[in-house]
């Protein structure tokens, strides 16, 4: 018994021992501890700087790199319900990558599967990103579609807008998606370019807003909410006035112009929106392609913005240094000036392989250094910390079913086509129309055919207008549909049948309604026209129908404005729609027979021809100093402009003080009236004009907006505050600052239409009022 028990206490001695051993074992080499950045408790830059100190050269550029989901690692996937996980693991591997692209998982199973395979096969476990377009819905299939973005600005409705980039978001994100390529912050100073649909029209104060409401929206109030995505706003920068109105051409811009105007409405997407992506654009300025411009995208991007996000080269910029600009003699010189500048991440321009063969080549032979590396490598990283991927990594596959088109984000739809929706003319109160009507006639190539725009899946299911006009008029009421012409047809055939046959129904008719615009054949990205004539045989087709004498309501469902100067004289009704989503028909039928009242408003002017352009409104007090000897320089429709079923007066315009220093916030009141016989929303709109300055300054420049609903005979103050943020110029020396002297205030429902008052700023004064 004695010999056992020595034994026994021999062994458990030595285990013991053992035991000991290996807690010093583990407390001096760290094989048990969790790493930092596996600790959710730790912050986010130590996590950061931890995983960047274990991860190799190969790991790193891996995650400078985006796959496709329709040709990931350049094999062919097959449609998305045929897709399975082995199709993606191979280019996964043990190494990971940074983010895939144009997958639209058809569920968020799917895309937990791919993430789950990152998380457990790869060495270091980091998650994938999975990046979508959203400019007006999540583009998966079946989403809810809202009014493409010019129409969103249209609605002067930031509430409203952020509420939409919320359910984009949300429905994005129920499918496992984690950043959207939007919004566009462009602006659209030459229609001619066919992405004018994308933007939210060409101020920088209008522009500025609603890109923030956007983003706030999309972003949520953080994004480890299972309802928010990054926002990407694009393209960096000034992309939207190409030469020649042709998509990714030179912006011939000063570099004070697009200080004051085009990189505010960024400035505010990061600084007051909080977007954590953004997308550097195809285009150059002054000689620069903006992919690589280093002053662009960290001098004032990182440095003096302080943004942390990430930046993806626009699909096909990266390779445009070498191919178009010619800026670059090879892939590896081209990778090296995006990278060295700023650039994040390729979307796939160059082979997987080339991509990232030649980042590890120019490291090694110290073109490039490994702190760029690790700078890059951390932003791409932050984000998916941020979205708390390494925590949290798997979607909650049942918020598919609570959000996807939901009913309250098809409801939202609605109110956004209805808000949207701008009434350019109304001769004799042609609109709204009686219900009881006995025959009408729908024509055009748009009456039967919903029009979504650019970057969403079409769906024929969705209802056009003429079925939702069906829906609204009396059992008597007589509804006679010839489509008349197609958008692209060149031509109107007035002598064929079937519209000799519409025209006498339109003759016989007591009103007609012409339902038109254009397409995603005519309209969109790399659609770009030396025309702003409706396409193809339109206007032919509505001169025919003019000449039977019966009234005619033109409804225009397009991206761009076009110069409809003789529709403005000819015919009595115009409701521009844009492209209003896929509740705009129910909105367009409710407007025309007045359930709603039309309260849009133009995010961008109208002009009567193409040779007018550029026709913005805050022009520079030289450039309509003459006019053309064929016609007037004034606008078609000036910005902001926009009927109602109603009528308002403005009056009693008041700033206080009428003095004061430069740091002094004024507050400019009027009062609004409702002096119809009609509940409708005004929109009052401030604009300013700094009367002397050491640069030259607009005419006018918007500095606030106001939507506000009023009943027939109901009278409001609306008040507008003016800090000195929204005084400022860029002077001769580019500083920022508020000059002395008198600056005019403008109050009216659009550019043209105002009342004013003035204040005057004293450098002499400090002290706010």
Request: aromatic share 8%.
């Amino acid at each position: 018994m004695r010999i056992f028990f020595q034994l026994n206490l021999k062994i458990t001695s030595c285990l013991i021992l053992l035991a000991g051993s290996m807690v010093w074992s583990t407390a001096l080499y760290g094989q048990q501890k969790t790493p930092d950045y596996k600790n959710p408790n730790l912050p986010i830059s130590v996590r950061i700087n931890d995983l960047i100190s274990r991860m190799t050269l190969r790991e790193k550029v891996r995650q400078m790199d985006m796959y496709s989901g329709h040709n990931a690692g350049q094999n062919q996937l097959s449609p998305n319900k045929h897709r399975t996980i082995k199709q993606f693991e191979h280019i996964i591997g043990t190494r990971g990558i940074g983010a895939i692209h144009d997958l639209y998982p058809a569920s968020a199973k799917e895309a937990n599967k791919i993430q789950r395979y990152a998380i457990t096969h790869t060495r270091l476990g980091i998650p994938v990103l999975f990046f979508e377009e959203g400019l007006h819905d999540y583009g998966g299939a079946g989403s809810t579609v809202f009014p493409q973005s010019i129409g969103l600005s249209s609605t002067w409705d930031t509430s409203l807008v952020r509420k939409v980039g919320h359910a984009i978001g949300a429905e994005a994100r129920a499918h496992g998606v984690d950043m959207l390529f939007c919004p566009v912050l462009g602006l659209a100073r030459d229609p001619r370019w066919g992405r004018v649909e994308e933007t939210y029209g060409e101020d920088p104060y209008l522009d500025g807003a609603m890109g923030v409401a956007m983003v706030k929206g999309l972003q949520g109030k953080t994004l480890t909410s299972n309802s928010s995505v990054i926002a990407e706003p694009k393209h960096f920068a000034a992309h939207s006035i190409p030469e020649g109105g042709l998509n990714t051409s030179p912006a011939l811009i000063g570099k004070r112009e697009l200080e004051s105007n085009f990189l505010p409405v960024f400035r505010k997407a990061f600084e007051q929106g909080g977007a954590m992506g953004v997308m550097s654009a195809y285009s150059e300025i002054d000689g620069v392609p903006n992919t690589a411009n280093h002053w662009l995208l960290t001098t004032v991007l990182r440095h003096r913005w302080g943004f942390q996000g990430m930046v993806l080269n626009d699909l096909g910029a990266l390779k445009m240094l070498q191919t178009t600009h010619k800026v670059a003699a090879t892939p590896e010189d081209a990778i090296r000036q995006a990278v060295q500048a700023g650039d994040n991440m390729q979307f796939y321009d160059y082979p997987h392989a080339t991509y990232q063969d030649d980042l590890i080549n120019l490291v090694h032979t110290g073109r490039l250094s490994m702190h760029t590396i690790n700078e890059r490598v951390s932003d791409i990283l932050r984000l998916k910390f941020r979205l708390e991927l390494f925590d949290h990594p798997y979607t909650d596959t049942s918020l598919v079913s609570k959000v996807f088109h939901s009913k309250a984000h098809r409801q939202l739809a609605l109110k956004a086509a209805k808000e949207s929706l701008t009434l350019l003319k109304n001769a004799h109160h042609l609109l709204p129309l009686k219900k009881t009507v006995n025959r009408i006639v729908v024509f055009g190539p748009s009456a039967d055919t919903p029009r979504f725009g650019d970057y969403t899946q079409p769906d024929p299911e969705k209802i056009s207008v003429l079925q939702e006009l069906k829906k609204e008029v009396s059992p008597n009421t007589k509804i006679y549909y010839g489509q008349g012409i197609s958008i692209q047809a060149q031509h109107f055939d007035s002598t064929s049948s079937k519209n000799q046959a519409l025209l006498q129904h339109i003759k016989q008719a007591d009103i007609a309604i012409y339902i038109g615009g254009d397409n995603n054949t005519m309209d969109g990205e790399g659609h770009d026209v030396t025309t702003l004539q409706l396409p193809g045989g339109q206007q032919q087709l509505l001169h025919a129908a003019a000449n039977t004498g019966t009234r005619i309501v033109a409804v225009l469902e397009n991206g761009r404005p076009y110069a409809i100067d003789w529709m403005k004289k000819n015919i009595p009704a115009i409701l521009e729609c844009w492209y209003p989503g896929e509740q705009g028909s129910k909105a367009i039928a409710k407007t025309l027979f007045g359930d709603y009242d039309p309260s849009g408003r133009l995010p961008i002017t109208f002009p009567k021809n193409v040779g007018q352009l550029p026709v913005f409104y805050d022009y520079k007090p030289s450039a309509r100093q003459r006019h053309y000897v064929n016609q007037n320089a004034k606008p078609l429709f000036p910005f902001g402009y926009g009927l109602s079923y109603t009528s308002f007066s403005y009056s009693n315009l008041q700033v206080h003080p009428k003095t004061s220093g430069p740091e002094a916030t004024y507050t400019v009141s009027v009062k609004v009236k409702n002096t119809g016989k009609r509940p409708g929303d005004a929109v009052p709109q401030l604009y300013i004009d700094d009367e002397v300055s050491s640069v030259t300054t607009p005419v006018k420049a918007l500095k606030g907006f106001h939507r506000v609903h009023l009943q027939p005979g109901q009278q409001k103050t609306v008040t507008f505050k003016l800090s000195s943020s929204k005084l400022q110029l860029l002077n001769r020396n580019f500083h920022w600052t508020v000059e002395p002297g008198e600056f005019k205030v403008m109050v009216g429902g659009n550019s043209q239409d105002v009342i004013s008052s003035s204040f005057n700023v004293d450098s002499n004064k400090y002290n706010n009022e």
